[in-house]
T-cell receptor, first 111, second 114 residues
Framework: GQQLNQSPQSMFIQEGEDVSMNCTSS?????WLWYKQDPGEGPVLLIA?????ELTSNGRLTAQFGITRKDSFLNISASIPSDVGIYFCAGQMYVNNDMRFGAGTRLTVKP | DSGVTQTPKHLITATGQRVTLRCSPRSGDLSVYWYQQSLDQGLQFLIQ???????AKGNILERFSAQQFPDLHSELNLSSLELGDSALYFC?????????????FGEGSRLTVL
């Protein structure tokens, strides 16, 4: 199936540092999304990308839809303690109805 | 609050048993998705329903089944439970048949099989 490979699995950073994580696939996706899951909660959408090459920002978050449609990255600038959580990439293909998720990047921010 | 309601929040049962997880989608949403999240794992897509009809199937075991009712709530039935079925089960909803954008997730049902 259209497996999404997300890296890194986990990150331990100091408050104020920038963070970068990415997602790749052997399949082409028409939509890439990035979700964040806080402990005890369901994932919440951070950024949605709909066009190849698209670069979108949401506050300190920036994400890009790769030109090949097979990858995406998420950057978080000037991290703060509340950025702690699990970040998931997700991709959706028009030929399927489902949305597939990466394994997640667990982010820890040390004050 | 995403508007998606899942019950129960926690469930502890024994191997071989059967449980039913319930999901009420966001008001107006016609699609319901079920995902399984095992410890330190990503979200594994199980199944999707749109307006009462099954639309997509992922890695759902034959021991598991689901349905969406006329009032659009959905139930995920897990039978002949095994220890490995212990996980968080999430329901998500969206307005359209194809998830062209955001899925709204519930808080999950945590199943523990002893």
């Amino acid at each position: 199936g259209q497996q999404l490979n997300q890296s890194p699995q986990s990150m331990f950073i100091q408050e104020g540092e920038d963070v970068s994580m990415n997602c790749t696939s052997s399949s082409i996706f028409n939509t890439w999304l990035w979700y964040k899951q806080d402990p005890g909660e369901g994932p919440v959408l951070l950024i949605a990308l709909y066009k190849a090459g698209e670069l979108t920002s949401n506050g300190r978050l920036t994400a890009q839809f790769g030109i090949t449609r097979k990858d995406s990255f998420l950057n978080i600038s000037a991290s703060i303690p509340s950025d702690v959580g699990i970040y998931f990439c997700a991709g959706q293909m028009y030929v399927n109805n489902d949305m597939r998720f990466g394994a997640g990047t667990r982010l820890t921010v040390k004050p | 609050d995403s508007g998606v309601t899942q019950t129960p929040k926690h469930l502890i049962t024994a191997t071989g048993q059967r449980v039913t997880l319930r999901c009420s989608p966001r008001s107006g949403d016609l699609s319901v998705y079920w995902y399984q999240q095992s410890l330190d794992q990503g979200l594994q897509f199980l199944i999707q329903y749109y307006n009462g009809e099954e639309r997509a199937k992922g890695n759902i075991l034959e021991r598991f089944s689901a349905q969406q009712f006329p009032d659009l709530h959905s139930e995920l039935n897990l039978s002949s439970l095994e220890l490995g079925d212990s996980a968080l089960y999430f329901c998500a909803s969206s307005l359209q048949d194809r998830p062209t954008g955001e899925l709204f997730f519930g808080e999950g049902s945590r199943l523990t099989v002893l």
